[in-house]
Nanobody
Framework: QVQLVESGGGLVQAGGSLSLSCAASGLTFSSYRMGWFRQAPGKEREFVAAISRTGASTYYADSVKGRFTISRDNAKNTVYLQMNSLKPEDTAVYYC???????????????????WGQGTQVTVSS
């Protein structure tokens, strides 16, 4: 049974930092491209960042580029999202997702991801 479990969310003031983790189990972690998505109240889910199977390539939404950093540790089956210079508009539930890449796809295509975590709330106060 595949499980993706996010942690590290919370309440932070604007300008602050948070570090999210996503621990994966029940899958061959290094075979999956990993992504982070978020969904704010009343809005559609949006792509945040993704990282290739080896970690050699990373991808970011324009809205977080230069502020967020995605990384992974295949030995620990964990993907991370370091979030700096947080803004109130970053407030959302953050989800990690795993894509086996059975077919070629863009990192931001949420429909291509096979497994999803339950999400962790990030709230940025102004």
């Amino acid at each position: 049974q595949v499980q993706l479990v996010e942690s590290g969310g919370g309440l932070v003031q604007a300008g602050g930092s948070l570090s999210l983790s996503c621990a994966a189990s029940g899958l061959t972690f290094s075979s999956y491209r990993m992504g982070w998505f978020r969904q704010a109240p009343g809005k559609e889910r949006e792509f945040v960042a993704a990282i290739s199977r080896t970690g050699a390539s990373t991808y970011y939404a324009d809205s977080v580029k230069g502020r967020f950093t995605i990384s992974r540790d295949n030995a620990k089956n964990t993907v991370y999202l370091q979030m700096n210079s947080l803004k109130p508009e970053d407030t959302a539930v953050y989800y990690c997702a795993a894509d086996l890449l059975r077919t070629p796809s863009l990192p931001g295509w949420d429909v291509s991801y096979d497994y999803w975590g339950q999400g962790t709330q990030v709230t940025v106060s102004s």
